[in-house]
């Protein structure tokens, strides 16, 4: 089973390298690149294996680059919880 088939592990498994990211020195900046980078890859390149990829990939096609930036920082507050 993937990360990605479940919501909660998929966040756990986020969370776990953004703590990875802060350890070895990546500025708060990059970590919200790289969430803008993979965001973008899995809104183009993978098919939404439960109702909340759903919902995130149908704001992020609607979304402009602004507003897509936007969730990807959201969701790496939300894996800081």
Do not use: C
Request: charged residues 25%; hydrophobic residues 40%; negative net charge.
């Amino acid at each position: 089973m993937s990360v990605l088939d479940n919501w909660k592990q998929w966040q756990e498994f986020l969370g776990d390298r953004l703590e990875h990211a802060q350890t070895e020195g990546m500025s708060e900046g990059a970590i919200n690149n790289l969430a803008f980078q993979i965001g973008d890859y899995l809104a183009n390149q993978v098919d939404p294996k439960n109702e909340q990829e759903r919902i995130l990939s149908d704001m992020w096609s609607v979304a402009d680059k602004t507003e897509q930036q936007a969730i990807a920082n959201i969701m790496v507050k939300l894996v800081r919880e």
